[in-house]
């Protein structure tokens, strides 16, 4: 694209993600939904509203035979988000996708499992961190965001706030998670956050303002699920045990 291509499709791009932030999408919708408009700008070089029907047709055809339906599904619903509420125009030809349904079960580790899991981590945060994923059933950004005062010990429970569909609920804490946490906060002191972000001093995770990097977590267990030799594909979404 030239510049003031360019130009034009970034006011569009950013008008996409205030739209999304605007009707609540969570942070993983608005990243998906983002990534849509980009992969398909980068794959023609312009910007989305110049492609024609038969242009896009031949794109998802593409994408059916390089991706999974889910990410051809999440792509069909990122573009309709553009077209309806940032272009306001007809978005009629995203039915010329109509993913299969396509019900799978996550992986699920054993107990021992996830005892290897938690051996192998290396680093403090991260062994906590898979600790309290797995105890609780957590969703991997819903442990990333737990706070200190999300935390009741004494009723021995765990307050989630804004899980999947924006709900808030309580999950029961077990007795080791409990002294887990508690080890590590003791560690870094951080006022808010359980699981700081950053890295180096005690003193750096003290004074972080946002939670660990979800990339971080995601490397860790990839990273514990290979050195223990186990085929399982990552639970990134919810982590269960049998």
């Known amino acids: 694209m030239n510049t003031i291509e360019q130009t034009h499709f970034e006011k569009l791009y950013n008008r996409h993600l205030r739209a999304l932030k605007l009707r609540g999408m969570s942070d993983a919708t608005i990243d998906s939904y983002a990534r849509a408009v980009r992969r398909v700008t980068e794959h023609f070089d ?22 999974s339906w889910s990410t051809v599904k999440i792509d069909r619903n990122g573009l309709q988000f553009f077209w309806q509420y940032v272009l306001k125009k007809d978005w009629q030809w995203i039915k010329i996708i109509k993913a299969p349904k396509i019900q799978t079960l ?10 290897q899991l938690i051996a192998v981590t290396y680093k403090l945060r991260y062994k906590v961190f898979l600790l309290a994923t797995y105890s609780m059933g957590l969703r991997l950004g819903e442990t990333l965001s737990l706070q200190v005062g999300d935390i009741d010990a004494e009723r021995k429970q765990v307050h989630i706030r804004r899980g999947k569909g924006h709900k808030d609920r309580f999950v029961p804490l077990p007795d080791l998670t409990c ?25 750096t995770l003290q004074n972080a303002t946002t939670p660990m990097d979800r990339g971080g977590a995601q490397a860790a267990m990839k990273a514990a699920l290979k050195d223990c030799g186990i085929k399982k594909k990552p639970p990134f979404t919810r982590c269960v045990i049998a």
């Open 106 to 115: 996550p992986d699920i580790l054993a107990v021992s499992e996830v005892e």
């Open 179 to 203: 002294y887990a946490l508690r080890d590590l906060w003791r560690k870094h002191r951080n006022p808010v956050w359980l699981f700081p972000s950053g890295t180096g001093s005690m003193e």
């Open 46 to 67: 312009c910007s989305p509203e110049r492609l024609s029907t038969e242009q896009l047709e031949v794109y998802f055809a593409e994408l059916v035979e390089s991706h």
